[in-house]
């Protein structure tokens, strides 16, 4: 059974805000800073553009949010193992969320 992306989407964004609120940002050398705030503000633009693909009125307009957040997704996989070198995440993390990126990315038909 397929899930909703937008459902996917906030599981993923509520599973990795417990991870990135427990870091102390500021406490951060500038590129780590970069990074984490990155991830929270892309992770916030992917939910809002599934959110706007599934409410998407025609085809194109669906078509066009798919392929933003699509290329956003692709953003947070980057930034997911950017932070891995820093330790935020382990190698089980990065596997586990890359999965999930694939199944939203899959379900943005």
């Known amino acids: 059974m397929d899930t909703s992306p937008f459902l996917l989407i906030k599981s993923l ?3 990795l805000s ?3 609120s427990a870091i102390d940002v500021f406490d951060l ?5 970069k990074l984490i ?3 929270k503000t892309e992770l916030t633009d992917a939910r809002l553009d599934i959110r706007d693909y599934e409410l998407s009125e025609t085809r194109n307009a669906q078509l066009g949010k798919a392929r933003d957040a699509k290329k ?3 953003k947070i996989r980057k930034g997911i193992l950017a932070a891995s070198e ?3 995440f382990g190698a089980a993390d990065v596997a ?3 999965a999930q990126l694939e ?3 899959e379900n943005l038909r």
């Open 18 to 20: 417990r991870v990135l």
């Open 72 to 74: 956003r997704l692709e």
């Open 103 to 105: 199944q939203i990315i």
């Open 86 to 88: 820093y330790n935020v």
């Open 13 to 15: 964004e509520t599973q």
């Open 37 to 39: 705030i990155g991830l």
């Open 96 to 98: 586990q969320v890359s």
């Open 29 to 33: 050398p500038m590129a780590e800073q």
